[in-house]
C-alpha cells in the first residue's frame, strides 16, 4: 500500500496527466491496450515484403516529429484532426515534449510516456540523448499468450514487452527528414521486433522518405491497409522494404561486457544499430589505432582518423562521405570503411551480415580512449584493449507456409509494392545527383 501512495504521489507532483474530463488532455501510454504484430510474406518477384495485419488493424501509432520545425507541428495537428475524424477507434503516441507541446492544439487524448525515475534513456547518456526510454518492467506471460494467438508465433520477444514504446506502439510515422527516422529507429534500438515505419520527408534531404506530406491520407490508409475501397472486408495488406540492422557490443580485454553509464546496453543485451557505428578520435591530436578482425581473424591494424561499420541502409551517409560504396538496402551485408587512413591501400570492404567485425583499440594507441558513435550521436569511449564486435542482425523468413517471422530488421511501409518499386533508384538520381555531368544541363 504504501508503495502505491508513493507512485501516485510522484505522478500528481511532476506535471503529469490532465485529470479534467475535457478530450485536450494527456494520457499515459500505459492505459493503452498491447501492440498487435503484422505477419510478412515475400512478394514474387520483388525486393519487398507483403505484410497483413490482424483485423481489425492498428489502434496505437508513435508519431516522431521533427523539433523546432513549424512545417513539422502544423502537420501533426492536421493528421490528428484527421484521425479525430475519420478513425476515431486509432490512438496518438508522442514523446513526452511534443505531448506536452501540442496538448492544447489536439481535440482528442494524446499518450505518452509517464515520468518515472525508472525510464532512463538508451542507447545513449543522459549527457548526449536523454529522449531515448527503457523500462526495467519483467515480461508477462499473459502478454507472450496474445502474441502466440495473433500470429501463430511464440513470443520469442519477449524483452520487447518491458518498454512502454516496445509494448505498445503498433506503427511508427515520422515527419521530419533522415535524422527524424534514425531518433525513431533509436526507440526500437533494444527491440528484435519493430513496428512498421511510414515516413514523411519533411527535412533537408529526407533520403530516406518514403512519402511526401500532400498525400498523407493515402499513405497512412496504406500502411494500416484500408487503401482499397473495391475490396470487401478488411485486407489489411500493406508493402514493407526491410531494412536491416547491426548489432553492437563492446567487451573488454577478457571477453566481458564492458559494464557502467556510458555503456546501458550490458544490461539489456545487443543495441541495434540502422546506419553505422563508428569509432573515432575526436578532438585527440593523435590519429587512432585500431586493430581489426574479420570472423575472428585480424585483418590488419590501421592508424586512421576511425573506421565505420555501415548497414546497406547507412551506405549513403557516413560511409559514403568517407569513400564506402553505395549498397541497395535489400542486400544482406555490412560495411567497413575507413576514416582518412593513413595508408592509401586500405580500401573499403563489404562483408556477410554474419561475419563478426571487431575494432580493437591497440595498446599502441597515443590517447587512452577514441569516441564511439551510433548512428550520428556518442554513445561512449573506446579505452586500450577494449574492444566493439558488430554484426548484422538476422532476418527471418519462410516459416509457416511462407509467412515471415516478425524478427529482424525495420520493416517500412512502401506505398507502391509493385515489381520493383522500392524508391531506391530514384532517390539516387534526384537526391544525391548519382553521375551527374558537370557543366550540363539535368536531363
Known amino acids: 500500500m504504501k508503495r502505491l501512495l508513493s507512485q501516485r504521489r510522484i505522478f500528481s507532483e511532476a506535471r503529469q496527466f490532465s485529470t479534467s474530463r475535457s478530450l485536450q488532455e494527456i494520457r499515459s501510454i500505459l492505459d493503452l491496450p498491447d501492440r498487435i504484430y503484422p505477419a ?3 512478394l514474387l518477384d520483388s525486393k519487398l515484403l507483403l505484410g497483413v495485419w490482424p483485423d481489425p488493424g492498428p489502434k496505437n501509432v508513435l508519431l516522431v516529429m521533427k523539433s523546432n520545425a513549424a ?31 501540442l496538448e492544447k492544439e489536439i481535440a482528442q487524448p494524446i499518450y505518452t510516456l509517464p515520468s518515472l525515475p525508472d525510464f532512463s534513456p538508451f542507447p ?65 534500438s533494444t527491440a528484435k521486433a519493430v513496428p512498421p515505419m511510414l515516413s514523411f520527408s519533411m527535412g533537408s534531404l529526407g533520403f530516406l522518405g518514403e512519402c511526401h506530406w500532400k498525400d498523407h491520407v493515402k499513405a497512412f490508409l496504406t500502411a494500416i491497409g484500408k487503401d482499397n475501397p473495391n475490396r470487401k472486408g478488411y485486407s489489411g495488406e500493406f508493402g514493407v522494404l526491410r531494412r536491416g540492422r547491426l548489432k553492437v557490443g563492446v567487451f573488454d580485454k577478457t571477453g566481458q561486457r564492458v559494464a557502467g553509464e556510458d555503456w546501458p546496453g550490458n544490461n539489456l543485451g545487443d543495441v541495434h544499430v540502422m546506419n553505422e557505428v563508428n569509432i573515432h578520435r575526436g578532438a ?35 560511409s559514403l562521405s568517407s569513400g564506402g560504396a553505395i549498397v541497395h538496402p535489400a542486400v544482406n551485408s555490412l560495411l567497413l570503411t575507413p576514416i582518412c587512413p593513413r595508408s592509401l591501400s586500405f580500401r573499403p570492404l563489404v562483408l556477410p551480415t554474419d561475419c563478426i567485425v571487431t575494432l580493437r583499440l591497440s595498446n599502441r594507441n597515443r590517447s587512452s580512449e577514441v569516441e564511439v558513435s551510433v548512428d550520428g550521436k556518442k554513445w561512449g569511449e573506446l579505452k586500450v584493449n577494449e574492444e ?14 511462407g509467412w515471415e517471422g516478425w524478427e529482424g530488421g525495420i520493416p517500412c511501409v512502401k506505398i507502391n509494392s509493385e515489381g520493383e518499386s522500392d524508391g531506391w533508384v530514384g532517390g539516387l538520381n534526384g537526391l544525391l545527383k548519382f553521375n551527374y555531368p558537370f557543366g550540363e544541363e539535368e536531363l
Do not use: C
Open 284 to 318: 585527440k591530436p593523435h590519429l587512432a589505432i585500431v586493430e581489426v578482425f574479420v570472423a575472428g581473424r585480424k585483418l590488419t591494424e590501421t592508424v586512421a582518423d576511425g573506421m565505420i561499420i555501415s548497414t546497406p541502409t547507412g551506405s549513403t551517409a557516413y
Open 40 to 42: 510478412y510474406r515475400r
Open 124 to 188: 545513449f547518456t543522459k549527457e548526449t540523448d536523454g529522449r531515448t526510454p527503457v523500462s526495467s518492467r519483467t515480461p508477462s506471460k499473459a502478454h507472450g499468450d496474445i502474441v502466440a494467438k495473433q500470429t501463430g508465433h511464440p513470443d520469442i520477444f519477449a524483452e520487447d514487452i518491458g518498454d512502454p514504446f516496445h509494448r505498445k506502439t503498433d506503427l511508427i510515422l515520422t515527419l521530419g527528414g533522415d535524422g527524424t527516422i534514425l531518433h525513431a529507429a533509436s526507440l526500437f
Open 388 to 401: 566493439i564486435r558488430v554484426w548484422g542482425e538476422q532476418l527471418r523468413n519462410g516459416r509457416d507456409g
Open 71 to 101: 512545417n513539422v507541428r502544423a502537420a501533426a495537428t492536421e493528421f490528428a484532426q484527421y484521425i479525430n475524424e475519420n478513425h476515431p477507434d486509432i490512438n496518438l503516441i508522442f514523446e513526452r515534449e511534443p505531448a506536452e507541446s
